[in-house]
């Protein structure tokens, strides 16, 4: 769930984020703060601070909810469920045993969501915690549930920082770019090229990273949703809509780097046992409620 067109910024979004990574790289900032411990333990190269990655989130939000293009719903009984979803789920971040059991400590993000109008299946966090929902991927959800697997996937994106360390994997990339530029004798347009070939570089090593992402978005986000009181079981039943959706449409490229909707219910359905306990120290387990479509 993160590329072009599902459940995650579009390209031009992520370019838009790669270029305020290339202004703060062109002011100095070449600190390589080294590995960190990530999500269950995995080192993580992160070169940001949570407050760094709130502003970068603002931004890009920012850049999202004034684009013309942009049709914010803000009232309505969907933007209170949507709402209510993600409330649950943000609560959930600052649980102490979900917090144990993934390995993060608690993030200081400024958690807030837009429900924009439009056909695209698609939903994002961004680095720090801003939110967006598209209704087009609603009816896929169907429920609280399905919306909470999906949000739970997002919001792990931005907890595990993955965002933050996509960038910091450019910014090494970066780095190196400058260093080229600085010896760059030739004229500005030389150099612009030397820069757009590196960058288009730096998006290829990018996007191997998506698998190992997505997975770990998947675990947590499972964990997530079992703490704020969401069936885990429901996960395994958005995947199959999913999988029912799919069929038959043209696989965008991006899904190649991504696992297989039978991978993803496997490997969902192997951790459920482990999500049971905090879905029932919960204090809301209430039976799925249908989202209010028109
Ligand atoms: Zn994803």
Not at 118 to 144: H, Q, W
């Amino acid at each position: 769930m993160d590329g072009q067109t599902e459940f995650a910024p579009g390209q031009r979004l992520m370019q838009f984020l790669i270029a305020i990574v290339m202004g703060a790289v062109a002011i100095g900032f070449f600190a390589i703060k080294g590995c960190q411990s990530g999500p269950f333990g995995r080192k993580q190269i992160v070169e940001m601070s949570d407050t760094e990655q709130v502003d970068l989130g603002k931004q890009a939000y920012q850049e999202v909810l004034s684009d013309p293009k942009s049709k914010v719903v803000d009232r309505g009984k969907i933007v209170i469920a949507v709402k209510e979803v993600t409330d649950r789920l943000v609560a959930a971040t600052k649980n102490p045993e979900f917090l144990r059991m993934v390995k993060i400590p608690e993030r200081k993000y400024e958690w807030d969501v837009r429900v924009l109008d439009s056909r695209e299946v698609n939903a994002f966090c961004l680095p720090g915690g801003k939110m967006v929902v598209y209704t087009g991927i609603l009816p896929v959800c169907k429920t609280d549930a399905g919306l909470a697997t999906v949000m739970g996937h997002e919001l792990s994106h931005a907890l595990g920082q993955h965002g933050a360390e996509r960038m910091s994997q450019a910014k090494l990339a970066q780095i190196g770019v400058a260093a080229a530029g600085a010896g760059f004798g030739g004229s500005q347009g030389d150099k612009e090229r030397v820069m757009t070939i590196l960058n288009a570089g730096a998006k290829f090593g990018i996007t191997s990273y998506g698998r190992t992402h997505e997975t770990e978005a998947d675990h947590m986000g499972l964990l997530l949703m079992a703490t704020a009181g969401y069936d885990p079981a429901e996960t395994v039943k958005f995947w199959e809509r999913m999988k029912a959706q799919s069929k038959g449409s043209s696989q965008p490229e991006f899904l190649s780097t991504h696992p297989s909707h039978e991978t993803r219910i496997r490997d969902l359905t192997g951790w459920i046992p482990d999500a049971m306990p905090l879905y029932r120290a919960s204090k809301n387990t209430d039976r799925p409620k249908v989202l209010p479509l028109e």
